[in-house]
């Protein structure tokens, strides 16, 4: 179920600290995203490439489509051409064919880098030592925008804000390494985008406090 009261003090939030806004829709039916597209959200956020295909096709075309879940290189064909942003890039193979593919597609594809800063070896994403051998000008079809991650699954908060002020930390030192180009530290979820707010996030991926859950 939408919740539209939580959907409008969040926005709020958000606007107030100029965090971005990605609504996790992931699971979700499309009939519960035009809802929100009805109250003006606009970035949406998937994590399976047949349903967002799926759901791209069905909603409306100014939709900002956030892909956060674990991508297989030889899935990027599919969501090439209206992708707005790939948050969850986690390896070189993988900015590899997104640049091939947005090539193919004549458009430059922006992604963040997903940086491993839980304590789960389950969660993808580069450390710190391999984002610094990051060749950029390989890519010539992709714009990296800046860096993603996700906080340990746990109810420690001292622990998760540990991890956040790392992340913060590596966005910090990867704009100096880039000269600067970047704009988005995409961190922060249902249970933690406040603290992560407090740390230094400008984007937010919320899911459940707005859709129910899963
Ligand atoms: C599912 C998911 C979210 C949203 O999680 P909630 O706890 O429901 O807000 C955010 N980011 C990623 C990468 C996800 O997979």
Redesign the pocket.
């Known amino acids: 179920m939408v919740n539209e009261e939580k959907y409008k003090d969040i926005n709020t939030f958000c606007n107030a600290n100029k965090a971005t806004l ?1 609504a ?1 829709s ?1 699971l979700k039916p499309a009939s519960d995203i035009a809802k929100l597209y009805a109250l003006g959200q606009r970035h949406f ?1 998937e ?1 399976y490439v047949q349903e967002l295909v799926d759901k791209q096709t069905q909603l409306p075309n100014d939709i900002c489509w956030h892909f ?2 674990h991508l297989q290189s030889n899935k990027v064909k599919y969501i090439a051409s209206f992708v707005h942003i790939i ?2 890039v986690d390896s070189i193979k993988l900015l590899t064919e997104i640049d091939k593919q947005a090539k193919k597609n004549n458009r430059i594809i922006k992604v963040l880098l997903q940086i491993h800063i839980a304590e789960e070896e389950t969660k993808f994403g580069f450390d710190e030592l391999e984002l610094s051998n990051v060749d950029f000008l390989n890519f010539k079809s992709i714009e990296i925008i800046g860096l ?1 991650g ?1 906080a340990t699954f746990t109810n420690d908060k001292e622990k998760v804000k540990n991890e956040f002020e790392n992340l913060h930390k590596i966005y910090v030192n990867f704009c100096k390494q880039t000269n600067s180009k970047l704009t988005t530290l995409s961190m922060g ?3 933690d ?1 406040v603290l992560a707010i407090t740390c230094g996030s400008n984007m937010v ?7 129910g859950k ?1």
């Open positions: 990605v996790v992931k956020g994590n956060i879940g948050q969850s993603m996700m979820m249902s249970d985008y991926r919320i899911g459940s406090l707005l859709f899963r």
